[in-house]
């Protein structure tokens, strides 16, 4: 609820009811109505006067004790039914007396309409409009019947506009407390939603900070699948050469021929190893991949292992070849160049099979060795096989390692791929 909104009901809270409020205006009222009511001069008689005023003093003395000086009021209580119920049998006796009291019926109906429950304010109205009724018909003159006529008329009108109008406010009552509490609970309504709020922004930071330590743990296993990839078996690939120029230099001094062969295989592997390194930091495609679609960077990949390590590599095709996604030709690539690396470390193999396939919603590539095998269930400790296989699960994709000791060594990468939006 707003501020104001909150001062507008404060000020029509303070104002329903002027009589019942402010606490000096009954006071006020009764003495007016006394001063022109009460007969002052000498000549009327002493007890009449006596009693008139003793009235009007237990109707001050009923108000100042029961309600004024009372430090809590509660509106709807037993106390205050009685305070009102007495208040208004006090009236009715000074109207008994004197007609102009009838004007001070409008404390005990501001005090109904104040402290009473509903519907007993209906009830505080007919009593009043009771008093107004005596009041209106005391001093007519004429038959029984005629005043009684009179009486009845009079009380129906009074009943009619009294009721009426304490209904009225009523329902004006039920209004205003009933747009407080839709402001009240609009009011809890938005502070629900602030803390919603809150609540969200906190969950959203949080989830900004396990993406970013998700995004730094990715890239590091990107980088370490890319230096394996790239590095280490640009590397090793030089070691192999490098000993195989040794071991020619050692075997034939006087040919410079042997060895100088097996140093430039070193020299152009360092130079891709050094060019592919640069391509993985700054994360772009492959160099076989550039200009050509996967089968023909296989194609190249597989010739140039075969030179180096001077075994046969027979590059099959099958299906419709077609552009795929990036990702799925860069984790292919890679998948197959970590088998080839592994068949010239540990395989010691005479003829190696790549076969590429285009199926309607998956490509494969399959590897595959006559050499002397392994057991795929004993951990090998290498990097190797592990990144191929987070390779391609993160393409939702399947390894599969098909090996036995003297039996060869079949690696096969496959994964779902849609077609690539244009030919590259």
């Known amino acids: 609820m707003s501020g104001a909104e909150r001062s507008r009901l404060d000020r029509w809270h303070r104002g329903r ?13 009764l003495l007016v109505v006394a001063a022109v009511s009460i007969p002052w001069d ?12 003793g009235l009007c003093l237990l109707a ?16 709807g209580s037993a106390s205050m039914a009685v305070f009102v119920t007495g208040l208004t049998v ?15 019926a409008a404390v005990p109906f501001g005090f109904a309409r104040n402290l009473l429950r509903w519907p007993w304010q209906m009830a505080g109205a007919a009593a009043v409009a009771f008093i107004a009724a005596v009041s209106q018909t005391e001093n007519i003159n004429g038959s029984l019947m005629l005043r ?19 209904w009225l406010l009523h329902e004006r009552d039920e209004k205003i407390n009933q747009h407080q509490r ?38 590091r296993r990107r980088m370490a699948r890319e230096i394996h990839d790239t590095l280490a078996q640009g590397l090793t690939g030089i070691v192999t050469q490098l000993q195989a120029a040794e071991q020619a230099a050692e075997a034939a001094p006087a040919n ?3 060895w100088r062969r097996h140093v430039a295989a070193a020299t152009q592997l360092a130079r891709d190893s050094l060019s592919e390194a640069r391509r993985s930091v700054e994360a772009l495609r492959p160099e076989p991949l550039e200009g050509g679609r996967l089968s023909e960077a296989l194609a190249g990949v597989a010739e140039r292992w075969s030179a180096l390590n001077g075994v046969p590599v027979q590059v099959t095709t099958t299906g419709t070849v077609r552009p795929i996604q990036p990702e799925a030709e860069f984790a292919l690539l890679r998948a197959a160049q970590e088998a080839l690396a592994n ?24 590897v595959r060795d006559d050499g002397t095998g392994f057991d795929p269930a004993t951990p090998s400790g290498g990097f190797g096989l592990v990144a191929m296989r987070q390779r391609i699960a993160a393409l939702s994709g399947t390894l599969q390692v098909e090996s036995e000791p003297g039996g060869g060594t079949a690696v096969s990468a496959c994964v779902p791929t849609v077609p690539a939006l244009a030919d590259r």
Do not use: C
Request: glycine share 6%.
């Open 148 to 166: 009684v006529t009179i009486f009845v008329v009079a009380l129906a009108i009074d009943l009619l506009m009294l009721g009426s109008l304490m």
């Open 182 to 219: 839709d402001l009240t609970e609009l009011s809890a309504a938005n502070q629900r939603l602030e803390a919603t709020i809150a609540e969200n922004e906190g969950l959203q930071q949080r989830l900004i900070l396990q993406a970013r330590e998700a995004g730094v743990l990715e890239e």
């Open 17 to 29: 009811s002027v009589v019942a409020t402010a606490p000096g205006l009954p006071y006020l009222l």
């Open 343 to 366: 068949v010239a470390k540990h395989a010691h193999a005479r003829r190696v099979g790549l076969t590429v396939s285009y199926m309607e919603n998956e490509v494969a590539v399959d």
């Open 60 to 75: 001050a003395a009923w108000m100042l004790v029961l309600y004024t000086l009372r430090p809590v009021r509660r509106p």
């Open 42 to 53: 000498t000549a009327g008689p002493a007890s009449s006067r006596e009693l008139d005023v």
């Open 90 to 104: 006090i009236t009715v006796a000074l109207v008994v007396r004197d007609s102009w009291f009838g004007f001070f």
């Open 256 to 258: 410079p021929a042997g």
